[in-house]
């Protein structure tokens, strides 16, 4: 699956488009770098940055948007089903 793009049914079934990748990338920050901050396993944060997490609990999103200084809306957006 190429890197921010979203599930599809097959896949799951959502529509979030997940931009870790490229805010880590602008601020400078490795995953592990950023896996270290918050506490939150290198692994499950590479399941949250390659569109494969069916949920994220709000006190990680929290953590993560506050270690990067960013919002949940810089860090995921919505793509509709064609049709």
């Known amino acids: 699956m190429e ?3 979203p599930r599809n049914s097959e896949d799951g079934d959502h529509r979030i488009v ?3 990748a490229e805010v880590l990338e602008r601020r400078g920050m490795t995953l592990t770098e950023l ?8 692994a499950n944060l590479s399941i949250l940055k390659t569109g494969k997490a069916r949920a ?3 006190t990680t999103l929290t953590a993560i948007c506050e270690a990067l200084d960013t919002t949940p809306a810089e860090l995921f957006s919505y793509e ?3 049709g």
């Open 3 to 5: 890197h921010g793009a």
């Open 18 to 20: 997940v931009h870790l």
């Open 35 to 42: 896996s270290e901050r918050i506490g939150v396993t290198l």
């Open 56 to 58: 994220v609990r709000f």
């Open 80 to 82: 509709p089903r064609d």
